[in-house]
């Protein structure tokens, strides 16, 4: 991450150093970001910005680039699809999703009624990385204990 470029010769995605707040970022944000017109999209297209420069850190779980990457594939070409995930993975700090997170995962989908199976990977590798605070538009995370879900306009 930070100012080294990836091995595709991608730019950098941060530009400066991080002087704001960390948050975990949901796919989606990252999804609208890239996609085609949605009304989501010019808010999220901010939060992007403001992690290229520094204002805010994003953090993600490798599932969450993962999550991107195939539902980029389903919208645009594989190369794209990958080049756009290499992106993302350079703009945040990355989490992998290790046994202490899958068992964590595993709670929230035993304890809360209706959190999936990707959305509680994201809450607990948020849970288990110290981040209080996810950026999404997904309200599933509202139910989340210990994690305050904010829009992505507010994260601006």
Known sequence: MGHNESRNGARPRRQTPVTGVAYLVDTAVLAYAVGGEHPRRTECQGVVTAAIS???????????????????????????????????????????CDAGVLQTALDLIADIDGI???????????????????????RAFDVIPGLRRIEPATAL
């Not at 993962?66 to 992106?87: N, T």
């Open 116 to 138: 999936g199976g990707r959305d509680a990977v994201h809450a607990a590798t948020a849970i288990r990385h110290g981040l209080s605070t996810i950026i999404s538009p997904d």
């Open 54 to 96: 520094g204002r805010i850190e994003l953090h993600a779980s490798v599932e969450m680039v993962q999550e991107f990457v195939v539902h980029r594939m389903r919208r645009i070409s594989r190369s794209s699809a990958v080049r756009q995930a290499r992106d993302v993975a350079q703009l945040c700090v990355l989490h992998d």
